[in-house]
Every structure is written in C-alpha cells, then in structure tokens.
C-alpha cells in the first residue's frame, strides 16, 4: 500500500473515540490519529456526543454507571463502519468489556457485540486492516517504546507499533528491558496504592534511561502522563510522546509534561 492513499465514498468511515486524557490533557493526539486515518484512506468523524468509556467507573465496582455510559457510546458509534481510538485501554474497554457488561440488556446485547467487533486500537487498525506499511514522518531522535498493559495483553497490540515506527526517517527504536512491564499507572490503581505506582514507575524509568532513547512513545497517555511526571520529578531531558504524534509527523509541539517556550 502507498504512504498515501486516496480518499473516496467507498472508503471506510471511521468514528474516531478520542478518550477522555487526549480530549483534556493532549488534543494533539487526536489531531495526529485523524491525519494518520485519513492518509490511510478512511473517511473520519468526531461524534461531538461521545463521552468516556466508563472504564474508571467498571474499574470500580460501579457496573450500573459503566452500563449507562456504554450505551451511551454504542448510540454514538454504531453507525460507523470501524470505530478507532488511540488508546489501547479504552478500545479494549469497548471490544471486550462491552459484551459482557451488556449481555443481561435486550436492547444492547447485540449491539455491543457489533461495536466490540468493528473496535480497534489505532495502530493495529493502520496495519492490520487499512494495510499501512510505511508513514510519511520524519524523527531524528532514538526513541524507546513502552507496550501499555491493556493495549498488549488485552488486545495483543505489540508488532504494529514498531513496523510504522521502522519507516518513520531518521528514528533509532531501541527496545528497553522490561518493556512488557507495566508503568504502574493502572488508571484509578495509582490513586488507589500512589506508592506501589510510583515504585512501579521508578523501575520503569531506570530501564527507559538505560536504553539511551531521548523519547519514550507509547499508544497509551495515561501511562505517559505518569512516565512523564516522573521523569521530571528526576530532572530528566527524556521526552514522552504518544506514537501517533511521531508517526504522523506531528512533533512540533513541546513533549508532554514539558512547557511552551515563551514568545
């Protein structure tokens, strides 16, 4: 497949679930993932009415809360061919949560078995369904990749990252040790157990450090926002980017957690 493909009626129409940490805290990820799926080909729309996935609501025992707002996201997205999120926790929460919180609801039972089988995370969608071989990106820096828990053992995300990473210009990856190892956020677990979190994310950051990588990239922000809080709390000049945003070329903002420079 070319770099760049050409957009038509015939051409799946995605509904891009943009999480609730990308929509406050990194919109450029959005922005990223949108460009990434329409140079693939796909025609892409924003439901202005999605809200969260309810995952930190599940996470918590609260099942009839999770229920509410995922009905609420399957009347959002099935009218969409695929529904695409850059998050590998949250697609996870629509393709293998939904089913089962739903399968006492007549009304929705089938329904979120539909949306849990159009639901992808991004990079797995480019690759395994679009077909994308190569980006059109440049990014001379070496870069590390951490694999966010749900995204890996949930939904098996591992090889599609780093085959588009392979073609961005410039890029050095160098996989750290430990790489499967989770960072610690856990969503709610790092509010929940702040020091188990934090000595999780020491020992992640040693082996980011290790690695030589002047950037980390990973497809989940929640594990960047901490990955990144700690790697400042250190003094550290690593970067923490999502891989969209590399991916897409889209690297001119400041790294998360790092501030615009002024004027």
Same mark, same amino acid.
């Given at each position: 497949?070319? %770099?760049?493909?050409?957009?038509?009626?015939?051409?799946?129409?995605? &509904?891009?679930?943009?999480?609730?940490?990308?929509?406050?805290?990194?919109? *450029?990820?959005?922005? +990223?993932? $949108?460009?990434?799926? !329409?140079?693939?080909?796909?025609?892409?729309?924003?439901?202005?009415?999605?809200?969260?996935?309810?995952?930190?609501?599940?996470?918590?025992?609260?099942?009839?809360?999770? /229920?509410?707002?995922?009905?609420?996201?399957? !009347?959002?997205?099935?009218?969409?061919?695929?529904?695409?999120?850059?998050?590998?926790?949250?697609? &996870?929460?629509?393709?293998?949560?939904?089913?089962?919180?739903?399968?006492?609801?007549?009304?929705?039972?089938? @329904?979120?078995?539909?949306?849990?089988? /159009?639901?992808?995370?991004?990079? *797995?969608?480019? #690759?395994? #369904?679009?077909? #994308?071989?190569?980006?059109?990106?440049?990014?001379?820096?070496?870069?590390?990749? =951490?694999?966010?828990? *749900?995204?890996?053992?949930?939904?098996?995300?591992?090889?599609?990252?780093?085959?588009?990473? @392979? *073609?961005?210009?410039?890029?050095?990856?160098?996989?750290?040790?430990?790489?499967?190892?989770?960072?610690?956020?856990?969503?709610?677990?790092? #509010? %929940?157990?702040?020091? $188990?979190?934090?000595?999780?994310?020491?020992?992640?950051?040693?082996?980011?450090? /290790?690695?030589?990588?002047?950037?980390?990239?990973?497809?989940?922000?929640?594990?960047?926002? =901490?990955?990144?809080? /700690?790697?400042?709390?250190? &003094?550290?000049?690593?970067?923490?980017? =999502?891989?969209?945003?590399?991916?897409?070329?889209?690297?001119?903002?400041?790294?998360?957690?790092?501030?615009?420079? +002024?004027?």
């Amino acid at each position: 497949m070319t %770099k760049k493909a050409a957009r038509t009626q015939a051409a799946p129409l995605v &509904g891009l679930f943009v999480t609730c940490l990308v929509d406050l805290f990194r919109p *450029s990820v959005g922005f +990223a993932a $949108i460009k990434l799926l !329409e140079d693939a080909g796909a025609r892409v729309e924003v439901p202005q009415s999605q809200t969260c996935c309810g995952q930190p609501a599940y996470n918590s025992g609260d099942k009839e809360d999770a /229920k509410a707002i995922a009905r609420q996201v399957v !009347e959002s997205f099935e009218r969409f061919d695929y529904v695409v999120a850059p998050s590998g926790s949250c697609a &996870g929460m629509l393709r293998l949560h939904y089913p089962q919180l739903l399968a006492d609801d007549p009304a929705f039972a089938s @329904r979120a078995q539909a949306l849990a089988g /159009k639901t992808f995370e991004l990079t *797995s969608f480019l #690759v395994e #369904v679009l077909g #994308v071989e190569a980006v059109d990106a440049h990014y001379a820096a070496p870069v590390t990749y =951490h694999d966010a828990c *749900s995204g890996l053992r949930e939904l098996k995300v591992k090889d599609a990252p780093r085959r588009l990473l @392979r *073609s961005v210009e410039g890029l050095t990856l160098t996989e750290m040790e430990e790489t499967e190892i989770c960072c610690g956020f856990g969503g709610t677990f790092s #509010v %929940k157990y702040p020091d $188990i979190a934090n000595a999780m994310v020491e020992g992640k950051v040693r082996n980011i450090v /290790k690695s030589g990588a002047a950037c980390v990239l990973a497809g989940d922000l929640g594990c960047l926002l =901490h990955i990144a809080g /700690k790697l400042s709390r250190d &003094g550290s000049a690593i970067q923490c980017r =999502h891989v969209a945003e590399v991916l897409a070329g889209m690297t001119g903002n400041p790294a998360i957690g790092q501030a615009r420079k +002024a004027g």
